[in-house]
């Protein structure tokens, strides 16, 4: 989790008389061709006017610089994948020994205190597109998934089946169709061509007949 960011109204380190008042305003940023705003949280003091961020509100304003980077990029944004992770019941450090990327990778990224590289992003995206992609991933680390994430897997798997099913049904029925359908043509071309060689067999025997 992260740790929550606090203010305190702070006597001012710059004239040691005034309170620093915490402020939040949005800056305008630019990330990869792409314009936006970002809202940076400082402080102001109520005496001289310095303007000055603490450490919480200097990780803060990386955090929200961060995220607008992903955003850029059009990479998964750090609520998203703790949105995913929550989803298939995943601890962190057990979706970081999944997908890679370092012990506390997870909760960097969902924090959005870094940006996670374009092949985890793809991976990530794999995998919520389709949730078994999870069993095989675990299955090439040699891992075991939580049972509580399999039965997510495993349920999804059956409504896929569930939703796919009369397709398929649909598909084998075309499919038996065009057979009988072809089946009853070449049938009829067996007959036709049945008639032919009769008709040409009674051809041959009346000229043996009436050249005898
Ligand atoms: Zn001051």
């Known amino acids: 989790m992260n740790p929550p960011l606090q203010t305190q109204n702070d006597t001012c380190p710059a004239c040691g008389q005034g309170n620093l008042m915490p402020q939040t305003q949005q800056n305008p940023v630019s990330h990869a061709g792409?314009?936006?705003?970002v809202a940076m949280q400082f402080s102001v003091c109520d005496h001289c006017?310095?303007?000055?961020?603490?450490?919480?509100?200097a990780l803060a304003n990386k955090r929200a610089m961060q995220a607008f980077k992903k955003q850029a990029e059009g990479l998964l944004g750090g609520a998203e994948i703790r949105t995913y992770r929550k989803h298939m019941k995943l601890r962190q450090d057990?979706?970081?020994?999944?997908?890679?990327?370092?012990?506390?990778?997870?909760?960097?990224?969902e924090s959005d205190d870094i940006i996670q590289s374009t092949a985890m992003d793809s991976l990530l995206r794999l995998c919520m597109a389709?949730?078994?992609?999870?069993?095989?991933?675990?299955?090439?680390?040699?891992?075991?998934?939580?049972p509580e994430t399999?039965?997510?897997?495993?349920?999804?798997?059956?409504?896929?089946?569930?939703?796919?099913?009369?397709?398929?049904?649909?598909?084998?029925?075309?499919?038996?169709t065009e057979k009988r359908k072809h089946s009853a043509q070449s049938a009829s071309n067996d007959s036709s061509l049945g008639a032919y060689s009769q008709a040409g067999k009674t051809v041959e025997t009346s000229r043996w007949e009436?050249?005898?």
């Open 150 to 176: 399999r039965n997510i897997v495993n349920s999804h798997s059956r409504d896929q089946f569930i939703k796919l099913a009369p397709l398929v049904q649909k598909i084998l029925d075309q499919e038996l």
């Open 210 to 212: 009436r050249a005898a």
């Open 130 to 146: 389709m949730p078994t992609n999870l069993s095989k991933l675990a299955s090439l680390k040699g891992l075991q998934l939580p």
């Open 34 to 37: 792409h314009h936006g705003s």
């Open 94 to 109: 057990t979706a970081a020994a999944l997908f890679g990327g370092g012990k506390v990778a997870f909760s960097r990224y």
């Open 49 to 57: 006017g310095s303007e000055l961020a603490d450490t919480a509100q």
